[in-house]
């Protein structure tokens, strides 16, 4: 070390050299300020194994030095002994994992330059009641002020179980990604992620971050990257959340998933430029907040020129780009008075321009971009003076979507349910589809409202149990429910619209006002697809019905097709609920 000089280039060429950088990061040895460079000099296989996966039977083939060892089918979740999955496999792998670089006390901190190179052989297959050794599981273990470019993890197969030992573990979270599985003010540029398989089965009350290539962080940059891979998610929780046992420290949520990161933290800003997803998220349980680039993002994101391609199926809130973005902070947070700070007020918004979602996004909200967008400080209940409620604070430009959009409750072309949106040239050729429950496999503790937990939220999310008998549950051809002021310019949808319960709406499926602004603009939009209602809903009409049962929280299929539907072309339902 001594000897070096600062911003000197180290080379690798070997699995032994990267466990070398392993031991030399664990010993205290790297500093950021020794501006070192990490250079691969060629492909290095951290293992024996390879991985094939074939997107059109949904298999990934494995191999050991370089001979086939088993097939594995993710449509049953079992092992074969061929391409022709007839013939069952007790398939187990050899030898221990990969250990991550460094570790969340001990992170990269330094640039690593891939050289044009692979990674390949990542595998790890565990079920222990211990974090630490599951949310480690890629190539490093943590990025802090690093710069990773031009590599590719070409194969991986992760099968993790976390098994909670006790029952306080509600405020336990974990990470993982095969990149990194905590990823702090770094910048990820040039790298991809293919042929890979991440099955996470959380029976725990703790939370997890999923992502493909980076599971959680704050402040990153990912810039022409591309993550492609089979995302499987379960929460068969142990104390599963109802609406009996909800409290201030139960959200519902198992956590948060997305190709390129599961969760991005509040205290600084997540920019993605010229980046792309494909492949698929199914969550098994309609557990987790789900997004093609990022699941849930706490801060004000910045999106220029991003496709995902990658379907999400039976999400509790999806995204084609970002399931989830709650613009508040520490940061942000309001002083003594119940304001927002004057330096702060006027300084944060989501920003999307050019995104683009091909895939079909299926969720109890669903969103052909974004799934929900919302601010924190807007929803407050004495709603602060100082805050200008005539200031947009989603912003899409010239984004397109024309994957199939499935909803329960929210659902939009554009948006699921927007927090003051400002869209400008955008458009849906997607159908928009308002499903039953059965459809999405939802499950009691997903549709616990959050309100239950976060006063701040009850004025957001007012749909899911006791309410979608009313007229809340809605979708529209670009946003199915918006909060606050709204400004939609040069926007069109073009898809067809099907309802079996939701408020529906050629453009918008409801609006709601909260505050004293009530502003809507709408200019040079259309929409000309055709919106149907479910041939065994009733008439349109704003009157509700009242519960088949005495049960209040009675939300079974039938009893929600019986309620009355309202449509119309461009708007379905104009509500203002401010006194």
Known sequence: NSSLPKGATILLESRKDLESLDSYINDGMLRSSYEYTFRLNNDIAVSDYTFRYDKSTKTISIYYKDTLASVYDENTFSFYTDESLQTPADFTFEGTPWKPVGSSSQPFCATFDGNGHKITGLWNTSSDSSFSSQAESGLFACLKNAAISDLTIDGAFLQLSYEADSDDTRNNSGAVGLLSGYCDNSTIRNCHLQNAFIDIENHSDASFAVGGLCGQGDGNVFENTSASASIHLSARQKNPISAENASEDSSGIA??????????????????????????????????????????????????????????????????????????????????????????????????????????????????????????????????????????????????????????????????????????????????????????????????????????????????????????????????????????????????????????????????????????????????????????????????????????????ADHIIRRPVLTASLIGYCYNNYN
């Open 255 to 556: 956590g948060a998933c997305g190709m390129l990161m599961g969760y991005s933290d509040s205290n600084h800003s997540i920019t993605l430029s010229n980046c792309n997803t494909s492949g698929h998220i199914v969550d098994h349980d309609s557990s987790y907040i789900a997004g093609g680039l990022c699941g849930e993002i706490i801060g004000s994101p910045i999106l220029i020129n991003c496709q995902n391609h990658a379907d999400i199926l039976s999400a509790c809130i999806a995204g084609g780009l970002i399931g989830f973005i709650e613009m508040y902070s520490k940061e942000y947070a309001l002083d003594s008075s119940g304001k927002i700070p004057s330096d702060t007020a006027d300084s944060f918004c989501i920003y999307i321009n050019r995104a683009v979602n091909t895939a079909s996004i299926n969720g109890i909200y669903a969103g052909g971009i974004v799934g929900i967008s919302y601010d924190y400080a807007y929803f407050v209940s004495d709603f602060p003076s100082d805050i200008d409620y005539y200031r947009p604070l989603t912003i899409l430009i010239g984004s397109e979507n024309s994957g199939t959009i499935r909803s329960f409750s929210r659902g939009g072309g554009m948006i699921a349910l927007a927090g003051c949106p400002y869209l400008k040239d955008c458009s849906n050729c997607g159908m928009i589809v308002n499903t039953t429950a059965g459809a999405i496999s939802v499950k009691d503790r997903s549709l616990i409202p959050l309100a239950k937990y976060d006063p701040a939220n009850a004025k957001l999310f007012t749909a899911d149990i006791g309410n979608i008998r009313k007229v809340s549950a809605c979708i529209g051809g670009l946003i199915g429910q918006t909060y606050h002021s709204t400004y939609i310019y040069n926007c069109y949808n073009d898809a067809d619209i099907k309802t079996n319960f939701a408020v529906c709406g050629g453009l918008i499926g409801r609006t709601t006002e909260q505050n004293p602004c009530k502003t809507l603009i709408m200019e040079n939009c259309f929409h000309c697809g055709t919106i149907h209602v479910a041939s065994n809903s009733t008439a349109p009409a704003i009157s509700t019905v009242s519960p088949p049962s005495s049960d209040p929280e009675d939300t079974s």
